[in-house]
């Protein structure tokens, strides 16, 4: 495809180099590595053995000593028996074992599943299920939710305690799930230190290039939640698109406080830093009150932050103006920045918040704004190797540089498909002009740079502090509930965590006035991760239909949105 002359006259293909804000002199394209993304490890541990990999409550980590502690979990995983292209699950807290898990599956050859901390006993269950998982990689305080599945569908654990890995030095308190009293021990678990000790030799590298690598769960507007299937060439891509849009390397100390289990965390943060060799700041559980202290300790140059963090810590306590001098860039996605704090940023400290996009069907990254020109409320410009289009959402037309359609996206990046889900598949990725593209589900535009925009989500999604919550899978829970007759699932705003899950209910008629709004929440709490779960409860006598007797999810979203605009005069 070739490059259009400009963005006003026909749809932008390419508004990543052509664009005025573009880096003078950056390429319009960059190498697709080919080998196994553990690779990235093995050279960076070849390249700086004795450099600062990770920080963590006092501890500090190099990189030799991270490439020995994988290669040794990985000798243990293949002596279980993991043969090449097994899956792996991974359940655990932002932490050293998770970063040496994640490159352990890669270095022995198998794929890993990442699952949020947060899923329930029956969440896990279905992952495990539909992922085929061998193995799971598991923190102490999630093990009761394993119960039973050693011997069945697993066949062990690696068992994780947090504290093993932290240092003495406690000015950084330690979460509770630190300092908890360590739980039973759990048939067929292996603790993670007493795998590494065995010091088993690792198999041979087998897998790379387009072989999968990791299969990350996104919720679908329907039914359960599907794995995209992301191989070693794109992750390793994402990761080295993004060390050279943020210009990074060895120098670089990168905060890893977005949960590892999001592909924002887990490329962005971890992924990149180990690509160029740069050092990760790690903590278990966000505490802001602690952030002054490892900023000012560690003097952090690259913080991803959701716009609630950035916040919390300007309100943090032992918060000064020295905790950001050796900042350089401060980055986020998944909702926007508040154009006061914003402010703020710039004109205290000179920090331009810079804004990303992507998707788990992309591993992360699509978009993201030029370091030198960010414009706020922005996705940014299609990176490296990257297209980008809007179209009409019905008949998926390209449609004029600034008119608004969904956004697809094109590049090395998106994933190959759905995992076991043909029709799925099908369904979002289509052929136009000769690309493969990706429907994102988003509603937005191109403006005259090249740079696009969201102004609405086509998908029904609902999102709750930048973590997705689909509608249909919180409504086919709470359909488990006797009493429930009919059931609407809508967002509602928030003033901290942007969107929260409102449940609009009509019960059966003998449970009128026998169920609170707390039992269908408490009921939520024992299906669903925490974020899923209902906030607020409405009932009704009878729901709204469509024209086609749906429910009419849309008019009660808009009802509510009204009503909150409403009560804060907005």
Known sequence: MTNQASFDTCHPFE????????QPGAPAEIAVP????????I????????????????????????LADVERLAGFLSARGLQPGDRVLIDLQNSPQYVIGFYAILRANGIVVPVNPMNTAEEIGYFIEDSGARMAIVGEELLDRFAGLVGGPLSGLVRVRYRDMA???????????????????????TDMMEAIAMNLPAPGLVRAGADLAILPYSSGTTGRPKACTHSHSASAFVAKAQVMWYRLDRRSVMTSFMPLFHVAGMMASMATAIY????????????????PTL??????????????????????????????????????GGASMPAAVAARLRDRWGLVFCEGYGLTETISATHINALDHPKPQCLGLPIYNTHSLVVDPETLVPLPQGELGEILI????????????????????????????????????????GCYFIVDRIKRMINVSGFKVWPAECEMLLYRHPAVHECAVISVPDPRKGEI????????????????????????????????????????????????RKIDWRSLQTEAWAAARKDTGS
């Not at 299906?527 to 024209?547: C, D, H, I, N, W």
Request: net charge negative; aromatic share 10%.
């Open 15 to 22: 508004t990543g180099p052509q664009s005025p804000l573009w």
């Open 34 to 41: 080919q080998g196994n993304l553990c690779d990235t490890l």
């Open 43 to 66: 050279r960076s541990a070849q390249a700086f053995p004795e450099s600062a990999a990770m920080y963590y409550f006092g501890a500090r980590y190099d990189y030799a000593r991270l």
């Open 167 to 189: 240092g003495d030095d406690r000015e950084e308190s330690l979460p509770p799930v630190m300092t908890a009293p360590a739980p039973a021990p759990v048939e067929g678990a």
């Open 276 to 291: 160029c060799g740069a050092a990760l700041i790690l903590m278990t559980r966000w505490n802001a009150e602690a952030v």
């Open 295 to 332: 900023f000012r300790r560690h003097r952090p140059s690259w913080w991803s932050a959701a716009p609630t963090m950035v916040v919390d810590v300007l309100a943090a306590s032992g918060f000064s103006d020295d905790c950001f001098e050796s900042l350089k860039v401060v980055t986020g």
């Open 410 to 449: 094109s590049g090395p990046q998106v994933t190959s498909g759905y995992w076991n889900r043909p029709e799925a598949t099908a369904e979002t990725l289509v052929g136009i002009e000769g690309r493969v593209w990706l429907r994102s589900g988003d509603l937005g535009y191109a403006d005259e740079d």
């Open 501 to 548: 899950v409102r449940a609009v209910i009509a019960l059966h008629a003998d449970s009128v006035g026998k169920v609170s709004e707390e039992d269908i929440i408490t009921f939520a709490r024992g299906l669903m991760a925490a974020y899923k779960v209902p906030r607020q409860v409405e009932f009704r006598t009878a729901l709204p239909r469509s024209g086609t």
